[in-house]
């Protein structure tokens, strides 16, 4: 696990040690679990992948796609120059009036917030002395 709590995919040459340890009836597959740090149902899912012919390459981490899209963020962009004070509810139906797109108050919320914060930070980068 990484510090996010979020998987870190093990290498495909990590995944076929494993594999052939277990295949060529080096260690069972507790023993080989331990011995390269890995889960249990990790080694079983190898072994049921290479079973079935299929990649041991890690996949694409799961996860949902983003709520809103570089299009969406920018009309929201381009909405908060525009009306700095509208509510977020206005904003909501703005988007949904714009370009199709439902998204919950509390995502525009952390969408404007993290916007704001990112160019806080671009602003200090740039105007901060490099002779500091």
């Known amino acids: ?33 331990h011995a390269f740090g890995v889960s249990l149902s990790s080694v079983k899912r190898y072994l049921k992948a290479v079973r079935e012919r299929r990649s041991l390459s890690p ?6 796609r983003p709520t809103l899209d570089e299009k969406a963020k920018k009309l929201l962009e381009a909405d908060v120059e525009e009306r700095p004070f509208a509510k977020l509810k206005q904003r909501q139906e703005y988007l949904h009036k714009a370009a199709g797109i439902s998204v919950s108050e509390s995502t525009l919320s952390r969408v404007i917030y993290d916007d704001r914060r990112r160019r806080q930070r671009m602003h200090r980068r740039r105007t901060s002395c490099p002779c500091e």
Do not use: F, T, W
């Open 1 to 33: 696990m990484c510090h996010h709590g979020v998987m870190d995919a093990y290498s495909e040459d990590l995944r076929r040690k494993i594999v052939e340890a277990v295949q060529e009836r080096r260690m069972n597959q507790s023993e080989a679990a």
């Open 59 to 64: 996949g694409k981490a799961p996860g949902k």
